[in-house]
């Protein structure tokens, strides 16, 4: 079975700093890998996705094959970053969007 | 953008009796959804797949009978959770995809629930 790994639970930065949050998964196949994230009091909403390859919020994210990886980047972390996030896997042609989540990393950035 | 309405965000119930959350896309039909629930300091895991108009698929372990599913519309589906017992006591989370976005899934707001 496929299984996401975020490794840090609590993650402290100060603003301005780089954030970086590791996703590892376990699958042997070429799997869809996303980002969520929960902001205090609010619904988990979708960050980004690797196949759009694109910049949200400031965050990127490269799928790495080689290393079954899919960590979260943002250089310089603002304080509205502070957050909840999920490391998330479907099998693509999966057909119905069954999602395996990592445990999630919580990130408080210092003023 | 699309909303996944969640009710109750917070119920508390006796042991022995029946909860129902319900799970609303509000601006758009989703064939599909899914619940959800988190155990403190544990990630997401996904519990079943509601289908409009068809049963629901269970992930291994979800006791069916425990966890009723009903997805009588395009835009509601409702989880019950039947005779609760303190250890069903969790946050529920539903999700809901529009038909036309693949990957895309929208979430509820979550629903905490305490069995005493």
């Known amino acids: 079975a496929q299984r996401v790994t975020q490794p840090e639970k609590l993650l402290s930065v100060f603003k301005g700093a780089p954030v970086e949050l590791k996703c590892n998964y376990s699958?042997?196949?070429?799997?869809?890998l996303f980002w969520y994230v929960q902001y205090s009091r609010q619904r988990l909403q979708l960050l980004l996705r690797h196949i759009s390859r694109e910049s949200i919020k400031g965050f990127t994210a490269d799928l790495n094959k080689g290393e079954t990886s899919f960590h979260l980047k943002k250089p310089f972390a603002q304080e509205e970053d502070s957050a909840m996030y999920y490391c998330?896997?479907?099998?693509?042609?999966?057909?119905?969007?069954?999602?395996?989540f990592g445990k999630g990393n919580q990130v408080v950035v210092i003023p | 953008g699309a909303v996944v309405s969640q009710h109750p965000s917070w119920v508390i119930c006796k042991s022995g009796t029946s909860v129902k959350i319900e799970c609303r896309s509000l601006d758009f039909q989703a064939t599909t959804m899914f619940w959800y629930r988190q155990f403190p300091k544990q990630s997401l895991m996904l519990m079943a797949t509601s289908n409009e108009g068809s049963k629901a698929t269970y992930e291994q372990g979800v006791e069916k009978d425990k966890f009723l599913i009903n997805h009588a519309s395009l835009t509601l589906s409702t989880l019950t959770v039947t005779s609760a017992h303190p250890e069903d006591s969790s946050f529920y989370i539903c999700?809901?995809?529009?038909?036309?976005?693949?990957?895309?899934?929208?979430f509820g707001s979550g629903t905490q629930l305490s069995v005493l």
């Open positions: 999700s809901a995809r529009p038909g036309q976005f693949r990957e895309k899934l929208f």
């Open positions: 699958y042997s196949g070429s799997p869809e």
């Open positions: 998330a896997l479907t099998l693509p042609f999966y057909g119905n969007n069954r999602l395996a």
